[in-house]
Nanobody, 120 residues
Framework: QVQLVESGGGLVQPGGSLRVSCAAS????????MGWYRQVPGNQRELVAS???????NYADSVKDRFTISRDIPKNTVYLQMTSLKPEDTAVYYC??????????????WGQGTQVTVSS
């Protein structure tokens, strides 16, 4: 079993910066991908940024020039550095990890979600 713990959400003013973190723990054999999604009530959950096992990255067009995804492999942790934040970035941000554990080829895991609010 794999557990994800998110941290770093909060309130920030437009134009400000914030970094959210997601640490994976448990019986992990391999991590295939790590990423961040966000969701506003009444809307679909959308991909914000993702990273493959080899380090390749993908970003939503709306955040590509402002957000950066990174990872710390020894700590099994993925980060999302957000800069030049806009009110439309306000959402619940969810960590996503695709990983293999004993007896399971691969499985998708989700963090509990962390609220990011951009407002003056």
């Amino acid at each position: 079993q794999v557990q994800l713990v998110e941290s770093g959400g909060g309130l920030v003013q437009p134009g400000g910066s914030l970094r959210v973190s997601c640490a994976a723990s448990g019986s992990i054999l391999s991590i295939y991908s790590m990423g961040w999604y966000r969701q506003v009530p009444g809307n679909q959950r959308e991909l914000v940024a993702s990273m493959t096992a080899r380090g390749g990255t993908n970003y939503a067009d709306s955040v590509k020039d402002r957000f950066t995804i990174s990872r710390d492999i020894p700590k099994n942790t993925v980060y999302l550095q957000m800069t030049s934040l806009k009110p439309e970035d306000t959402a619940v941000y969810y960590c996503n990890v695709v990983a293999r554990s004993p007896g399971v080829l691969s499985r998708t895991y989700w963090g509990q979600g962390t609220q990011v609010t951009v407002s003056s």
